[in-house]
């Protein structure tokens, strides 16, 4: 055999148990044909094979983006990204040279806007001193709350308030106007409809299809949408991507990427349940995991959200929030009904993804899963939930027995990456930081883990969430260390991905007979400091055997 592609003098780190360590690796016809020394390898060189010199560098398993939106993403690519701003006078300057660089948009938007971004939350009359005849809005971080000045609440009907589902809320002041916050995609979704890009969040705001269908141009421009979010997936060493919003159009237009040839990463897409949903709209469900099954683009699975987030109190929790006794958040699903609705999705063989950030969703969410186990028995099914930023302590040990895999984003605890410290750490309390972002708790009692980002909500970068694991550090003398050192981190980002989507057999470790999907980095990830992890770079993406990224 002659190999298409071979990586040689490189440290390979293969994830595989049975031979964890390598220095090269000879791919032909999109999958792996030989793991060994570069001697052995360079047996299966011929003339028309690619050779790529690792130079001493890691070389892994190609990163697995477990909780993505790709098409939100790729649109937002495009927007004013506000991280890391604070201050009226800086994100005015911002604000403004944004507005002053796109004229003839009809509709402004920035991202990653903080909580306390003026040193409290923001208010339309904020924002209305600095840009107040145009339409201008700010989403927050975590994508869950909005901002939007007077213009863009005119525009979009909210100025006067507007009824929103349980969950959500267009909050209102005492003079019976809108104070500019919207919480949750309900309340804000007619805003950031004015952009012109409302069918890039369609599969998370309503899991439906695009009414009427898009026009050619719009339709290509859609495609483009998508086709920035790939790009930027393979700068980063990504080469496959759990979607976790999605419609049948979206997988349509990725298959169109694929036809050019600009398909640069497998991509799982998710059937959206929401509230107003009876079962029967599981049929759709089971009509995109029949339809969508190649080793390029597949469903098979459904998403559901259980609450918010906890900066916002949209986070359902067991105990009251500090700051506002009596208020535990609301469920956007009655438990009984979600046990239901759960049951349900699993008798069909589909799998479940459940956004629960409190303590309160992720036990509604683990009693549904068993409930669901009790009524149809137990099955390989793999069955997530997204985040768990908090769980009680009798929980835990539930995810390993029911064999749930824990879905979790090294950015996202406070101080670890970006998201600041406040609000959110007073949110949760004192007294229950310690079951905060629990990852070695879950893992060492047998749950399964996946590590990902949740971009656009966090940077993508797999190598800055890498450090924000590997450096995370406890909020206070005597809270246990919940990290899980490097290696098992670099599993977590790489074998872990595979197996929560099903796809271990394929992905996930380098071995003969698995895809050729690798990532080469610029330097020795075991030999760099912790704190300078994020200092290295993508000296090469390569998916299916094809070099996407080549730094």
Same mark, same amino acid.
């Given at each position: ?18 031979? %964890? ?12 044909? !030989? ?6 390898? $360079? /047996? ?6 690619? =050779? ?42 911002? +604000? ?25 939350? /923001? ?13 201008? !809005?700010? $989403? ?37 106007? &809108? ?54 997936? &393979? ?45 029967? !709209?599981?049929?759709?469900?089971? /009509? ?75 036990? +509604? ?35 390993? $027995? ?7 984003? %090294? ?8 998201? %600041? ?6 949110? +949760? ?40 694991? =590997? ?28 197996? /929560? ?33 994020? !200092?290295?770079? +993508? ?8 070099? =996407?990224?080549?730094?």
């Amino acid at each position: 055999m002659t190999a298409d592609l071979i990586v040689t003098n490189a440290r390979v780190l293969t994830m595989d148990d049975a031979k %964890p360590r390598a220095g090269a690796v000879a791919a032909k016809d999109g999958r792996i044909r !030989a793991v060994g020394t570069p001697e052995e390898i $360079a /047996a299966l060189r011929g003339p028309d094979t690619e =050779v790529i010199d690792g130079r001493d560098a890691t070389l892994l398993p190609g990163f697995v983006e477990s909780h993505c939106h790709l098409f939100m993403g790729g649109a937002e690519l495009a927007h004013l990204q506000l991280g890391g701003i604070t201050g009226f006078d800086a994100v005015a300057q911002a +604000i403004r040279d944004f507005a002053a660089a796109n004229p003839d948009r009809p509709m402004l938007m920035a991202q990653g806007a903080d909580y306390m971004i003026f040193g409290r939350s /923001a208010t339309r009359h904020d924002l209305d001193r600095i840009l107040p005849n145009r339409p201008f !809005a700010m $989403a927050s971080p975590d994508h869950h709350t909005m901002w939007a000045n007077s213009a863009a609440l005119a525009a979009a009907g909210l100025l006067n308030g507007h009824q929103t589902p349980p969950g959500s809320e267009v909050v209102m002041d005492a003079d019976g106007t &809108a104070t500019g916050e919207l919480r949750e995609p309900p309340a804000y979704g007619p805003v950031a409809g004015l952009t012109g890009e409302e069918r890039s969040t369609l599969g998370l705001r309503t899991g439906g299809e695009p009414d009427p269908t898009p026009s050619a141009e719009e339709r290509a421009a859609d495609r483009e949408m998508l086709a920035r979010a790939l790009a930027h997936l &393979a700068r980063h060493g990504i080469t496959s991507a759990t979607n976790m919003d999605g419609n049948a159009y979206t997988l349509t237009l990725l298959r169109e990427l694929q036809d050019e040839g600009r398909l640069t990463a497998r991509v799982k897409v998710a059937f959206h349940f929401k509230p107003f949903m009876e079962l029967d !709209a599981l049929d759709k469900a089971e /009509a995109m995991a029949r339809d969508w099954r190649d080793d390029w683009l597949s469903s098979g699975f459904v998403k559901i959200f259980m609450d918010g987030v906890i900066d916002s109190g949209t986070a359902v929790m067991l105990n009251d929030y500090p700051d506002r006794p009596g208020w535990r958040g609301d469920p956007l699903f009655d438990p009984a009904r979600f046990a239901q609705i759960a049951t349900e999705i699993d008798r069909r063989g589909l799998q479940i993804a459940v956004h629960a950030i409190g303590d309160g969703a992720v036990r +509604i969410v683990i009693d549904g899963y068993e409930a669901a186990q009790r009524a149809n028995g137990q099955r390989d099914s793999r069955h997530r939930i997204e985040h768990i930023e908090l769980i009680d302590p009798a929980d835990v040990p539930r995810l390993g $027995a029911l064999g749930i895999t824990a879905s979790v984003q %090294p950015p996202h605890p406070p101080g670890a990456m970006d998201n %600041p410290m406040e609000p959110t750490v007073s949110k +949760i309390g004192r007294a229950r930081w310690a079951d905060a972002y629990r990852w070695r708790t879950l893992v060492e009692a047998g749950a399964p883990i996946a590590f990902a980002s949740d971009w656009p909500v966090s940077d993508v970068a797999p190598l800055r969430g890498i450090k924000a694991a =590997v450096m995370r550090k406890p909020w206070a003398d005597g809270l246990q260390d919940e990290r899980i050192g490097l290696m098992s981190t670099l599993s977590a980002y790489t074998r872990g991905g595979a197996y /929560a989507a099903h796809a271990d057999g394929t992905r996930g470790v380098l071995k003969p007979g698995h895809f050729a999907d690798m990532v080469l980095l610029t330097g020795d990830i075991e030999a760099v400091a912790p704190e300078r992890i994020d !200092a290295l770079g +993508i000296a090469a993406t390569i998916t299916g055997g094809r070099v =996407v990224y080549r730094a």
